[in-house]
């Protein structure tokens, strides 16, 4: 637990340094903060899940391997956008809406298909990979194609008189400072989570949790503190593309990248566990579903959204905790949830998406 303190204070600075450079280096290379968030920031922030899982699958433990990626692709959505939820609403990009969301909830069932026959082979590897690569191609040349267009309708502005500001001689503005900026964030996050991930198992299997459940909460809420300190100090500094896009693209990265390389190098199959395949990956695939209609109801996660997120998560980290410990109150606690919970909140989000959709055809009429 020596590490703790540090690997928290390099998280705050590698956060603070990733967002500011970032978000500059995208309007440096003509690239929209959102797919900055999506590929650059996401990639870089899911670095320690890459680490963990690939050396994981290397070395023969594929529960950390699996339940890494499963549990960071939970942790990201119910926590880190709900607490980020929580300090500011966030709005939504309608390209989440139409493109990135509607992938996030594709490649889970993918993955969810893939491992029905008990594991992940090389092949499913290559596939995840090479539809990673594909991914980011299309999203690279959309952006640029966007940004040639803004640029042109600035220019049409300027030839005709008008003035815009110009933005301000500050110290990081030139790009070699901002990939810097990047660099230097990318290293002290991966160190800060890191020393939190090695004191956290550590503590772990002290009280003798399975790997896991060790690989679905301790490593990955610890592999996700890089997303974390990102999303909420991107939300604080107003990126809130960034804070959003950096969970969505964080959830693609993991499978496709994350668990693609470690499928791909691994000796061999990645054998999923039983409880993994029953219950993890189905709250994997919900929780990805699960924002399709938040992010659809006007474009903005609430504060009470973030709330219900956090909620969830407290309610999935608690289910977990009391099956590996055989507790008895684990039956009672599955049947509130199942029975009583979980279908009021489908019912609410229904009735909030129906009630959007009716405001927003009323007014179209």
Known sequence: MLWFIPGLIALILGAELLVRGASKLALSFGISPLVVGLTVVAFGTSSPELAVSVQSAWSGRVDIALGNVVGSNIFNVLFILGISALIAPLVVHRQLIRQ???????????????????????????????????????LIRQSRRETAAMNAEQAEIEENGATTPKEAQTWDRHWVVQVLLVLGGLLLLVAGSNWLVDAAVTLARQLGMSELVVGLTIVAAGTSLPEVATSIMAAARGQRDIAVGNVVGSNLFNILAVLGISASVAPGDLVVAPSLLAFDLPVMVAVAVACLPIFFTGHLIARWEGALFLAYYAAYTSYLILDAAGHAAQAGFSVVMGGFVLPLTVVTLLVFTWRHWHDQSGRAG
């Open 100 to 138: 990135e969301v509607p992938m996030m909830i594709v490649v889970s069932l993918l993955l969810w298909v893939l491992v029905a026959d008990g594991g992940l082979n090389r092949l499913d590897g290559l596939i995840f990979v090479a539809l990673l690569l594909g991914y980011n191609f299309v």
